[in-house]
C-alpha cells in the first residue's frame, strides 16, 4: 500500500514566522504535489516536483517555496506566514505519467 | 470562470435511489479525466477514470463528453457508504499536474 505521510495534522503559527510542512512517500514516485484546500474553491496546486530538486509552480505559488532534495520527501515552506494561508495542506505523489495521485492525510494550518 | 465546474450540491438521497454527477471543464485540449472521493476531513482517494467511450465499475458509471465538454457520473443503489464529497478531476496539458474541482457533496439518507 502507497502511504504519504506528512509531519503534523493540526498545526498553529503566528503571522510572520517561517513554517515548514513536511511530506514523505514510500513508493519511490517521481511526482510529488502540494495542494492547498479551501471550503468552496476545492483543491488548488501551489507547487509540484517531478524529479529530486526540480520544481514547478502550480495555480498560487505566491508567498511558498518548496524544497526536494530526496525523492520521498517534498517541503513546503512559508517563509513568511500570514492569515490567509491559514488552510488545510495536502502533498500527494503519483508515477510518472498521468496516473493516480496518493494523498497524505493534510496538515491543518491556522495563522494567527 | 473556473476551469472545472460542479454543482455543490449538497445532494440528499435516499437509500436505494440512483444519482447523478455533472461537472464541466474549459480547457478543449484536456486529456485524461477522473473521479476522486473525499470522505468527511478525510483526504480525496481515487474512484475511478473517466474513458471516451464510458466505463463503469460496478454501481458507478463515468461518462465523458468532449464535444460538449462535461464528465458525469451516476451511482445506481445508492449506499450510505456513498456518502461523500466527489470531486470532477481533468489533466491541464500544460503540465503534469491535475486540475480538480471543487467537488459535489452527496448524503445518502437511510
Known amino acids: 500500500d502507497v502511504k504519504v505521510t506528512q509531519s503534523s495534522r493540526y498545526l498553529v503559527k503566528r503571522t510572520g514566522e517561517k513554517v515548514f510542512l513536511e511530506c514523505v512517500q514510500d513508493m519511490d514516485h517521481e511526482n510529488m504535489f502540494w495542494y492547498r484546500q479551501d471550503p468552496g474553491l476545492g483543491l488548488r496546486l501551489i507547487y509540484f516536483?517531478?524529479?529530486?530538486?526540480?520544481?514547478e509552480k502550480g495555480d498560487i505559488p505566491e508567498g511558498y517555496s518548496v524544497s526536494r532534495e530526496k525523492k520521498e520527501r517534498f517541503s513546503l515552506i512559508l517563509e513568511s506566514a500570514s492569515t490567509n494561508q491559514t488552510s488545510m495542506y495536502l502533498c500527494?505523489?503519483?508515477?510518472?505519467?498521468?496516473?493516480?495521485?496518493?494523498f497524505g492525510p493534510g496538515t491543518r494550518l491556522t495563522v494567527t | 470562470r473556473k476551469e472545472v465546474e460542479q454543482d455543490p450540491g449538497p445532494f440528499n438521497v435516499p437509500e436505494g435511489a440512483t444519482v447523478a454527477f455533472n461537472c464541466t471543464y474549459s480547457?478543449?485540449?484536456?486529456?485524461?479525466f477522473f473521479w476522486y472521493r473525499q470522505d468527511c476531513r478525510k483526504e480525496p482517494k481515487l474512484l475511478m477514470s473517466v474513458y471516451s467511450s464510458g466505463n463503469e465499475d460496478g454501481r458507478f458509471t463515468a461518462q465523458l463528453n468532449r464535444a460538449s465538454q462535461y464528465i458525469s457520473l451516476l451511482i445506481r443503489d445508492s449506499k450510505l457508504s456513498d456518502s461523500a464529497t466527489y470531486l470532477c478531476?481533468?489533466?491541464?496539458?500544460?503540465?503534469?499536474?491535475?486540475?480538480f474541482g471543487s467537488g459535489t457533496r452527496l448524503q445518502v439518507q437511510p
Open positions: 500527494a505523489s503519483s508515477l510518472q505519467g498521468w496516473h493516480e495521485q496518493y
Open positions: 480547457n478543449s485540449a484536456s486529456q485524461s
Open positions: 516536483s517531478y524529479d529530486v530538486k526540480m520544481k
Open positions: 478531476v481533468v489533466t491541464d496539458t500544460g503540465r503534469r499536474a491535475l486540475t
